[in-house]
């Protein structure tokens, strides 16, 4: 188990406890999160959804760790230049270091700031899990059916609100 993964487990376990103590909302609640797509894009909404507790994001954004997420987002944007990248890969060496988890955390964080669009895109096409940590469907067409109909996403995007 990878360091961010545990350091996000108990974050959630904190999270739960203290949510438990100020309100009787159940931990699993349907959380609403930032739109997650390109202008002018087909898109199909999914409207609410449970995210798991490991995406602060979403789940706790004033937690302290969603609050990292943020630095780490105005540190590749003041590493990136005014014009910003439009293109930001997550990856490691390793399996399991939490690749996953922190794209879709910074993807999130990357959203909610006023005017930016974000796609994220699941490049693990054998055992990609993005739908699974945001609680949506498995979609039929994912990173290779678009890139064999030469880049066309004809649907294969999912809106996140």
Request: proline letters at 4%; zero cysteines.
């Given at each position: 188990?990878?360091k961010?993964?545990?350091?996000?487990?108990?974050?959630?376990?904190?999270?739960?406890?203290?949510?438990?103590?100020q309100?009787?909302?159940?931990?699993?609640?349907?959380?609403?999160?930032?739109?997650?797509?390109?202008?002018?894009?087909?898109?199909?909404?999914?409207?609410?959804?449970e995210?798991?507790?490991?995406?602060?994001?979403?789940?706790?954004?004033?937690?302290?760790?969603?609050?990292?997420?943020?630095?780490?987002?105005?540190?590749?944007?003041?590493?990136?230049?005014?014009?910003?990248?439009?293109?930001?890969?997550?990856?490691?060496?390793?399996?399991?270091?939490?690749k996953?988890?922190?794209?879709?955390?910074?993807?999130?964080?990357?959203?909610?700031?006023?005017?930016?669009?974000v796609?994220?895109?699941?490049?693990?096409?054998?055992?990609?899990?993005?739908?699974?940590?945001?609680?949506?469907?498995?979609?039929?067409e994912?990173?290779?059916?678009?890139?064999?109909?030469?880049?066309?996403?004809n649907?294969?995007l999912?809106?996140l609100?």
């Amino acid at each position: 188990m990878s360091k961010i993964t545990k350091a996000l487990e108990k974050a959630a376990r904190e999270r739960l406890l203290r949510q438990q103590d100020q309100t009787t909302v159940a931990a699993g609640s349907a959380v609403v999160v930032p739109v997650l797509s390109p202008v002018g894009a087909a898109v199909r909404p999914v409207g609410q959804i449970e995210v798991d507790p490991h995406i602060v994001s979403a789940a706790d954004p004033r937690s302290p760790v969603a609050e990292q997420y943020r630095i780490l987002r105005t540190n590749l944007q003041s590493k990136l230049g005014r014009g910003g990248s439009r293109v930001i890969l997550v990856t490691s060496a390793v399996h399991s270091e939490g690749k996953t988890v922190t794209a879709i955390n910074l993807a999130m964080t990357l959203a909610r700031q006023e005017g930016l669009r974000v796609v994220l895109v699941d490049g693990d096409l054998r055992r990609g899990t993005v739908h699974r940590w945001l609680g949506v469907e498995p979609q039929r067409e994912g990173l290779a059916t678009a890139l064999a109909r030469d880049g066309s996403l004809n649907g294969s995007l999912v809106q996140l609100q």
